[in-house]
């Protein structure tokens, strides 16, 4: 690599930690030009067009980052959340768990204190975009949640409260079957599975749904409120 090149690859690597990403993009996209396809760079610009929505670019970014180093943690990691933005959850699965059983530094190798512990920090930081309007970052960060820590239900209804928002009922029933499958005895899950079931026009399945929550807390206020709507319906 020449000296140029060097001072090219140097650059766009700060503007992007810096978090300037057109400047970072400019210099990233000219090490491509200069042939050099390091998988640090095929990830950031993926990073970068992920962050500006342009998913599918995403993807073939972190895809090809792979190709380059198929034991590059954080390219797989962020190929697994962008392939469930777009609702590819198999494949999802799929590289989350290859990235797990590659590397001392993979999350999966970790202890699984700490993994919860920085699942909530995403968490935290997934709260404080929802509260300032910025849903697509918010959910964005409970992918990332959830892939660290799966089995965290709550984490899952959070996600799909902000797809049934964002007028995705498919992604939340998605979110909510697993979170009850993680969990099978967790009410809120049943509950907001019943509220989006009736919203596309299930009634049955709606019902079925509160009822389950009453039958694990029957005092339940909202499942009971809610099958007291449907009787009055029905009516």
């Known amino acids: 690599m020449d000296d140029r090149t060097k001072q090219i690859l140097a650059l766009g690597r700060e503007h992007y930690e810096k978090r300037e990403f057109d400047k970072a993009e400019h210099y990233l996209q000219q090490c491509l030009e200069r042939d050099v396809r390091f998988a640090d760079v ?5 990073v970068i067009a992920h962050d500006r929505g342009q998913l599918e670019e995403a993807q073939h970014h972190f895809e090809d980052a792979l190709r380059v180093n198929p034991n ?3 390219a797989a990691l962020n190929l697994s959340v962008t392939y469930n933005d777009v609702g590819r959850y198999d494949d999802a699965q799929r590289i989350y768990q290859a990235a797990m059983d590659h590397g001392e530094e993979a999350p999966g190798k970790l202890d699984p204190f700490v993994m919860g512990k920085i699942a909530n920090l995403h968490v935290e930081t997934a709260q404080g975009y929802t509260d300032v309007g910025l849903i697509s970052e918010a959910m964005h960060e409970l992918r990332k949640a959830l892939l660290l820590c799966p089995h965290f239900a709550d984490v899952r209804v959070k996600l799909a ?8 009922p ?15 005895t967790y009410v809120p ?6 509220v989006v079931q009736l919203g596309l026009g299930e ?4 019902r079925r749904s509160w009822q389950r929550a009453i039958e694990l807390e ?12 449907l009787e009055t319906q029905r009516r």
């Open 42 to 46: 095929l990830n950031m610009l993926g």
């Open 72 to 74: 590059y943690t954080e």
């Open 161 to 168: 409260n902000l797809y049934k928002q964002q007028g995705d």
């Open 170 to 184: 498919a992604a939340a029933v998605h979110e909510l079957k697993e979170a009850i499958k993680q969990r099978d």
């Open 189 to 194: 899950a049943y509950v907001a599975l019943g």
């Open 203 to 206: 009634q049955e399945a709606a």
């Open 218 to 229: 029957p005092d339940h206020k909202s499942a009971q409120m809610y099958l007291r709507m």
